[in-house]
């Protein structure tokens, strides 16, 4: 199965996020929050972040990627228990890089093979130049 769709959500007042439903069968009671591309945060099955660290490493191995980068998402990846209404607690320096905060809403889209939490703003304009490349050249 895969994560797709958009939904918007709401931090509550301890910094935990409710994923939509259909998100959280496919994830399971465990998952990996890991700082994401353009600044917003990725929520990784346990499954799928072993996977990712494994091709991580590789890429740093081969020279792809920097060491730097696998030390960032070594120390920022933070193993979380999905609770009883779906929420996942998102700590304070995850929230500042995402540029979440509890008075606004935070977008949760799927990425196929993760799921992510974006500040609404900075996800249009990712959206925008998403749909700007996938509409191709005009004719």
Not at 23 to 45: A, D, M, W
Not at 82 to 94: F, H, L, S, T, W
Not at 124 to 139: I, K, P, S, Y
Request: charged share 20%; aromatic share 6%; glycine share 8%.
């Amino acid at each position: 199965m895969y994560f797709v769709g958009t939904h918007e959500r709401q931090l509550d007042d301890k910094g935990r996020l409710a994923l939509p439903s259909p998100f959280r069968s496919h994830l399971g009671e465990h998952c990996y929050l890991v700082l994401g591309k353009n600044q917003c945060i990725e929520v990784v099955p346990a499954d799928r972040f072993e996977t990712m660290v494994e091709q991580l490493m590789a890429q740093v191995e081969r020279g792809e990627l920097s060491l730097q980068r696998q030390r960032t998402v070594a120390a920022s990846a933070t193993p979380v228990t999905v609770d009883k209404q779906g929420r996942v607690p998102i700590n304070e320096a995850m929230r500042t890089y995402a540029g979440l905060s509890n008075s606004q809403p935070a977008v949760v889209t799927g990425n196929f093979t993760t799921v992510e939490i974006w500040q609404p703003a900075r996800f249009q304009r990712v959206q925008e130049l998403g749909t700007t490349d996938l509409a191709g050249d005009e004719l």
